[in-house]
């Protein structure tokens, strides 16, 4: 089975500041990798995900990821952040063949102004 | 247009209340559909997952059932709610064989 780990449950970040949120999965097989943004009350929305070829991923408002397979990463970057970035940040994976998505438990992005 | 509801919006129920929450998907025919309940501090948890009417799957033992009477709808339903019932959860549709389209949500508190 697979598993997703995000290490920092909370991230606060000044306002143009740079940000990284980190993300670690374990898997025996290859994967889909995939970042959710949640707005307060809100569904989740896909910000971006890795599929196959190019190991940095440009999303939605700004992000972007890169796929590290040695080190079993795929963090999520935005070199300067805005107040409308206040939100719930998820990683999450998924198997080749299976359709079903693991998790991890969310970064709380906030943005100090 | 394709496009997944979810209602209602937010919920306030006694413990030991019943409950019903309903999820329907628009544009399309029979989709696989889940149940997902987020906790705080907790991240997403599967619940259910249905590949068709009458087909249910259960990730996790709990006070909660689904069901799918129709093509596209799934509904989550408990007895008897108990607190630890309380979160907010959320219907997903895998629309693109990739990644999943969400519902709007659920804030249940069961006080």
């Known amino acids: 089975a697979q598993s997703v780990t995000q290490l920092d449950s909370q991230v606060p970040v000044f306002e143009e500041a740079p940000v990284e949120l980190r993300c670690n999965y374990s898997s025996s097989v290859s994967v889909y990798l995939f970042w959710y943004v949640q707005y307060p009350n809100q569904g989740l929305q896909l910000l971006l995900k890795y599929l196959s070829g190019s190991t940095l991923v440009k999303g939605i408002n700004g992000f972007e990821a890169e796929f590290n397979k040695s080190q079993t990463s795929f963090h999520l970057r935005k070199p300067s952040v805005h107040i409308s970035d206040t939100a719930e940040y998820f990683c999450a994976v998924r198997r080749f063949g299976n359709e079903k998505l693991t998790f991890g438990t969310g970064t709380r992005l906030t943005i100090i102004p | 247009s394709q496009t997944i509801h979810q209602w209602p919006a937010t919920l306030v129920q006694p413990v030991g209340s019943p409950l019903s929450l309903e999820c329907t998907v628009e544009?399309?025919?029979?989709?696989?559909l889940y149940w997902y309940r987020q906790a705080a501090g907790r991240g997403l948890q599967l619940l259910f997952y249905s590949v068709g009417i009458g087909q249910i799957s259960s990730e996790v033992p709990q006070n909660l059932s689904a069901s799918r009477p129709q093509d596209r709808q799934f509904i989550l339903s408990s007895k008897k709610l108990l607190l630890s019932d309380s979160g907010f959860y959320l219907c997903?549709?895998?629309?693109?064989?990739?990644?999943?389209?969400f519902g709007s949500g659920t804030r249940l508190t069961v006080v």
């Open positions: 544009g399309t025919s029979n989709p696989n």
């Open positions: 997903a549709w895998p629309r693109d064989n990739y990644g999943y389209t």
